[in-house]
Every structure is written in structure tokens, then in C-alpha cells.
């Protein structure tokens, strides 16, 4: 008894307790804050134009490669890497239900280089030399978009744009998911 209490007045072993104490704790911390992945995104949609038929104001069109439109909007989807780790070959699918994707930009924040299709996404809406589209193809190029980000470092952030076409009167709703473990 007279030996645990003599190694509790021992300032030296306090400290070297408390020091492995911090170390246990700072390591599995460390473990539990870098298992988690977060990922945030936020979409922002600007009305473009607005094709209208009205008896008093006259009448105004909307076209996209001379093909008529009811609204056309510009959205932007902004990824966020918000976890304390940096991926690698992230797939990025973008989709709708209610819109049709006409135009797309997407670049990484901070980088000159644009991001590519997936392989996989590529693959289904290659056309070949001198053919044209199927309606499989142009079905799935207007409601969907799927890319290879090569790397998104910790803060990093990526910008999706989309000039689009809304089916209806209502704002698009354009979703975004990750296919990455984690």
C-alpha cells in the first residue's frame, strides 16, 4: 500500500501516466476522426429564361441549339471535401428526374485541368465515328453525368455547372452521390 501511494505522490510518474494517457487518447481520436469521409455539396440554380405565350406582352422563346425550351436555368453544384482526408479516383455521379442536362462544366477549385467522364460513363455514351446517338444514349447523357475526380485533397473543393432545361414550372432538382468506400 505504502508503494502505490509513494508512486501517486511521484511527480515523475504522474507525468509519464499522464503523457501515455494523452498519447492513447490523441491516437484513437486520430483513428475515429480520419474513418469518417464528409463529403458536402450545395446547389445553387439562376433562372436564365422563361418561354412564354402572353396575349398582352407579346410572346418570348427559349431555345437551345435552336430547339425550343419552357425554362432555362444555369446550376452549379459546389463538393466540398470536408473530412481530414485527401482521395483518390472518386467517383461522381450527378442526376435528375426532373430537368435535362444540356451542357456541363467541371472543374477541380484551384486547378487548370477539367475532370474527365468515368471510363464506365464514357464507355455507354460513345458514339461512333460517323453514327449517331442512341435514344438510350441521349436519355441517359440528359439525366445523368458520372465522373472520375483523379484527386480531391482535404478543403478542396470541386464546381459541377449545368445549363439545363426544367421539365416543369419548378426548379430543377439536380442530387449528386459519391461511389466511394468510405
Request: with cysteine; charged share 20%.
Amino acid at each position: 500500500m505504502d508503494t502505490l501511494l509513494s508512486l501517486i505522490d511521484n511527480k515523475i510518474f504522474i507525468a509519464t501516466v499522464t503523457i501515455f494517457m494523452g498519447i492513447i487518447i490523441t491516437f484513437i481520436t486520430q483513428k475515429w476522426i480520419n474513418k469518417r469521409s464528409i463529403f458536402a455539396y450545395t446547389v445553387f440554380h439562376n433562372l436564365i429564361g422563361v418561354s412564354t405565350e402572353d396575349p398582352t406582352y407579346g410572346s418570348v422563346k427559349v431555345t437551345w441549339n435552336n430547339d425550343p425550351v419552357p425554362h432555362l436555368f444555369l446550376s452549379t453544384i459546389s463538393l466540398t471535401n470536408s473530412s481530414s482526408n485527401d482521395f483518390e479516383s472518386v467517383i461522381v455521379r450527378v442526376h435528375t428526374t426532373n430537368t435535362k442536362l444540356l451542357t456541363e462544366n467541371c472543374m477541380l477549385e484551384g486547378m487548370t485541368r477539367k475532370v474527365d467522364f468515368s471510363d464506365d460513363f464514357d464507355e455507354k455514351i460513345k458514339v461512333p465515328n460517323g453514327g449517331a446517338p442512341s435514344i438510350n444514349q441521349i436519355e441517359l447523357y440528359e439525366c445523368q453525368r458520372e465522373y472520375q475526380i483523379p484527386i480531391i485533397n482535404r478543403g478542396q473543393k470541386i464546381n459541377f455547372q449545368y445549363l439545363n432545361a426544367a421539365l416543369s414550372n419548378e426548379q430543377p432538382t439536380i442530387q449528386i452521390e459519391i461511389l466511394h468506400k468510405g
